[in-house]
């Protein structure tokens, strides 16, 4: 069956979701038919990427809360401004859509959260669990028994060890690594390439080898 979908947010992350919608249609029967996108304040240049490939610009977030309610999935990286939208539109009745990208592997017992996005060449391996409303970017990898909380973005080619708790609201940056068994506190950011060794408080920035 097919259903509607909202994707919000019109920035480069808005229209890699787009692509995963597209990827999932062309190998399920259309799944998905994108009413189209929400941003509240698109740049012109984006907004012509939208007519380029056909998707319809339906306006700010009020004005789309405003209409009938559709399954949404919200393309937007930053953990905190995404957990404003989502908590919105939860609020007015709609339903987080979770899309995940044909070429995503999965092992035993993996759960995944409504709102989530899993991009092309994911690899998850066995006993995980993530939350809603999590990013998992290009050719990232989760390892074994790790837990993945609500709003977290792991941006491309990041790998995430064996045991790990990330927390929620956290962004690891792209190619960063997590060795294993280690916990990153709620809303901590993980700069790109680098190696956290040891737990990371919340709220607090690290990066480089070892990540400081
Ligand atoms: C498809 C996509 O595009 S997905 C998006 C991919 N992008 C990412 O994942 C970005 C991840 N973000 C980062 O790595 C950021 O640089 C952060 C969060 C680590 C730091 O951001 P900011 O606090 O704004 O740092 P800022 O740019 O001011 O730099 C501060 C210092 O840290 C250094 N620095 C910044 N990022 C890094 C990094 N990843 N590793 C090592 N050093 C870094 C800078 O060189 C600078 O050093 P200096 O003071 O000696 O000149």
Redesign the pocket.
């Known amino acids: 069956m097919t259903r509607d979908l909202v994707v919000i947010g019109a920035g480069?992350?808005g229209r890699?979701v787009l692509d995963v919608v597209d990827a999932i249609n062309a190998s399920t029967d259309a799944a998905w038919s994108v009413r189209g996108v929400v941003d509240d304040a698109p740049s012109q240049e984006n907004l012509e990427r939208l007519a380029k490939r056909g998707v319809t610009y339906l306006g700010g977030s009020a004005e789309v809360l405003d209409s009938q309610p559709a399954a949404y999935v919200v393309g937007i990286?930053s953990p905190s401004v995404r957990t404003k939208v989502a908590l919105s539109f939860d609020a007015a009745g709609w339903s987080a859509a979770t899309l995940i990208h044909p070429t995503v592997t999965q092992g035993f017992d993996v759960t995944i959260g409504a709102g989530s996005v899993l991009c092309a060449g994911v690899r998850l391996t066995t006993n995980i669990r993530l939350g809603r409303h999590v990013h998992v970017?290009?050719n990232s990898t989760i390892g074994h028994d790790t837990t993945i909380e609500d709003f977290v973005s792991i941006?491309?080619l990041?790998s995430i060890s064996g045991d790990c708790t990330i927390e929620s609201g956290v962004?690891?940056?792209?190619?960063?690594i997590v060795l294993n068994g280690l916990r990153i506190g709620a809303d901590s950011?993980?700069?790109?390439?680098?190696c956290v060794v040891r737990d990371v408080p919340a709220e607090t920035?690290?990066?480089?080898v070892p990540a400081r």
């Open positions: 480069g992350f890699e990286g970017n290009l941006n491309p990041a962004l690891v940056g792209v190619a960063g950011t993980v700069g790109g390439s680098a920035t690290v990066k480089g």
